[in-house]
């Protein structure tokens, strides 16, 4: 059978002959990929997120050929790694950095696609890979965290794998379905460190392909947030955009070598991170007899964490008569069945959550399902964004104010969620999560709200 | 486009020249990275510390017999020679493969490199793994007392028949090409001996 034309010379026109998909893939998603010109800063993070989970990766490859997944050797084994073997502190220390770096680059990248609306038609699938993504990454993270069976790591696997037991019915034979004990043991340990090195990574390494693909597919969107495809050149490429390799490819690289920069000026001199990237107690192997005093999670989990703990009967009022008031807010919004149907929905909801009916369920399930709804909203963002423009460059300024209100209670709840329960943080957490939840339910009336500018016709770009 | 390099017009000199700069930087870089991922697959202080050189006290051995100890994991002989073996040693000088240890492949220390394969005739020290495929040969066997070493005497690896006289010199024809392994040793005293260093290197 004749081989395929090629215009390729030497080694590589033998190969792109008998394997075409090597340059044309090439093309598509390098060399003829065509970007809009006017990315800014906010579009480093895509690559950089690439770029950390290949460090994970590989620094976790190495970690494993000397850690030993058993609860008598585990804590042992990772002391042997930062004091025995040659180079094993500066490897485990790229991937406790790591690990973190991992959650700011990608909460960067989530807030950017906030502020374009770049999981707006025709990108909602690439949001929803990347909200699966997100998903992946955090269990990633916990089951990770269990590994050097510190103290921390022991209560805190204890404490999540109990918010399982929490759901009504099936919680508890699910809790002990998922440690493989009555407690969480060497049989938690093992399982999880087979999770966490081979499984989660193979669904995350798909997840980020799909991710890319349908990006690719439908084309990036642009601080403008308008579309460069609709302006092409004769030869059907945009007018506004630019071949992504070499453009993207030298511009990332720069922005990579200050990124590594900062990781490894943390890696080498604060690895600690006060604290906060390798905890204090966690220094303490585990003990199944003896809760620390201060249990929290790593703190790219603490505004969630903080929602968990704002539950409690008083703020059940509180969510319960919201859910009443959203209902009524849905049967005036919708026409026909639905209109009854959600309103139907809110009230069975509100029977089960208002302290004083006879049905209702704990504040510590309500607690589960509110931490659960805090990361499954994020889902619903491109069908809650009503917005008749996308980016935030042309919607009212105080759009903008909303999210950067967003943005504050987030970090406020974070803060919370490190620090001990305490006084103010009774109301604090309720207050924050109600905002929270809040600026998404509302999203379909506030987005709609205000005097929108018209977006350009051409992508604003200021060549330097 | 990309592929048809006239295309571009002729090649930029300073282009390139900040692309190989870049370029270079990048591979060294690399590399410096690569130096502790590398690095950690050799031996671990622990494991070091496991290969620690071992002192044997000779006095417990009586004449004609031989003693194991475990050095790195692996099984090393202390054999107590008696006349009857020194000679049964001289007797083998035709018939083994490298009568004068001059083979590379486990190269016998200088030391050793004598007729009899020890620093001190009477007690010969090696590594018990057959230099063919790493089994431990069982011995010493008398002359005459088994049926593949025959008139010989010495080891017989089980595995696959190589034998070994009494210096852990290997005999002609056999599937084993090499000599025992001599390991580096020393003598702290007429009765200790160190297994593991020599002194040297």
């Known amino acids: ?464 | 486009m990309s592929s048809n390099p006239t295309a571009n017009g002729p090649a930029d000199g300073e282009r390139r020249a900040a692309l190989v700069t870049a370029g270079a930087v990048g591979a060294a870089g690399a590399c410096a990275l690569a130096v502790p991922f590398v690095s950690s697959f050799a031996p671990s202080e622990r494991a070091r510390a496991a290969g620690a050189p071992v002192e044997f006290d000779l006095s417990g051995v009586p004449p004609g017999e031989m003693r194991t100890v475990e050095w790195r994991g692996k099984p090393v002989w202390i054999l107590r020679r008696t006349p009857e073996m020194i000679e049964a040693v001289k007797r083998a000088d035709g018939a083994v493969a490298d009568p004068n240890s001059q083979r590379t492949a486990y190269p016998t220390p200088q030391y050793a490199r004598n007729a009899l394969r020890s620093i001190k005739p009477e007690f010969f020290i090696a590594v018990g793994i057959c230099s063919h495929l790493g089994c431990s040969p069982v011995g010493p066997l008398a002359a005459n007392t088994n049926a593949v070493l025959g008139a010989d005497a010495g080891f017989l690896c089980p595995c696959h028949g190589s034998t070994f006289d009494l210096a852990g010199r290997v005999f002609r024809a056999k599937p084993a090409p090499d000599n025992l392994e001599v390991p580096p040793h020393k003598y702290l005293s007429e009765t200790t001996v160190l297994i593991g260093e020599d002194g040297t290197a």
Not at chain 1, 95 to 115: D, N
Request: glycine letters at 8%.
């Open chain 1, 1 to 464: 059978m004749a081989l395929h034309e090629t215009e390729y010379k030497g080694l590589l026109g033998w190969v792109d002959q008998r394997m075409p998909t090597l340059m044309s893939e090439y093309k598509k998603h390098l060399s003829e990929y065509y970007a809009p010109k006017n990315f800014n800063v906010w579009y480093i993070f895509g690559g950089l997120a690439i770029t950390v989970l290949a460090i994970q990766i590989v620094t976790g490859i190495f970690l494993t050929m000397h850690y030993k997944p058993d609860a008598r050797y585990a804590f042992e084994s990772v002391e042997y790694i930062m004091r025995e073997v040659p180079g094993g502190w500066f490897i485990r220390y790229m991937h406790s950095t790591g690990a973190s770096f991992f959650f700011i680059v990608v909460y960067l990248h989530m807030f950017r696609a906030l502020m374009y609306g770049s999981y707006r038609k025709p990108r909602e699938l690439i949001w929803i890979f990347g909200c699966l993504i997100f998903l992946c990454l955090m269990a990633e993270a916990f089951m990770g965290y269990l590994l050097p069976w510190g103290q921390m790591s022991y209560w805190g696997a204890q404490v999540i794998v109990n918010l399982f037991a929490a759901i009504p019915l099936i919680g508890p034979d699910l809790a002990v379905f998922i440690r493989g004990d009555y407690v969480v043991s060497d049989a938690t340990l093992n399982r999880f460190f087979a999770l966490h090195v081979i499984a989660i990574p193979l669904v995350l390494i798909g997840l980020v392909v799909a991710h890319i693909l349908a990006l690719h597919d439908v084309g990036s969107n642009n601080p403008d947030g308008i579309e460069i495809k609709d302006k092409k050149d004769e030869k059907g490429r945009p007018l506004d955009g630019i071949p992504f390799h070499p453009y993207y490819t030298v511009h990332d690289i720069f922005w990579l070598g200050l990124f590594l920069i900062a990781f490894f000026s943390v890696v080498f001199f604060l690895p600690e991170a006060g604290g906060y990237f390798l905890e204090w107690t966690n220094f303490n192997p585990a003990n199944p007899l003896s809760t620390p005093a201060h249990i929290a999670p790593v703190w790219y989990f603490t505004p969630y964490y903080s929602v968990l703990r704002a539950v409690t009967t008083p703020f059940m009022w509180a969510l319960g008569l919201g859910v009443i008031g959203y209902g009524i807010l849905l049967y005036f919004t919708f026409r026909g069945t639905l209109r009854f149907v959600s309103l139907g929905a809110a009230l069975v909801l509100a029977v089960f959550m208002l302290p004083l009916s006879p049905l209702a369920l704990d504040p510590k399930f309500w607690g589960v399902v509110a931490m659960g709804a805090a990361v499954m909203i994020f889902f619903g963002l491109p069908w809650l964004d009503h917005s008749p423009v996308r980016s935030m460059r042309y919607r009212p300024q105080w759009h903008f104010g909303l999210l950067m209100a967003f943005v504050l209670v987030f970090l406020v709840l974070g803060y919370f969620g490190l620090q001990p329960p305490s006084a103010a943080n009774e109301i604090i957490a309720p207050v924050g999560t109600l905002l929270y939840f809040a600026f998404f339910l509302l999203m379909p009336w506030w987005s709609r709200m205000g005097e929108f500018k018209t977006p350009p016709d051409r992508v604003t770009f200021h060549p330097h």
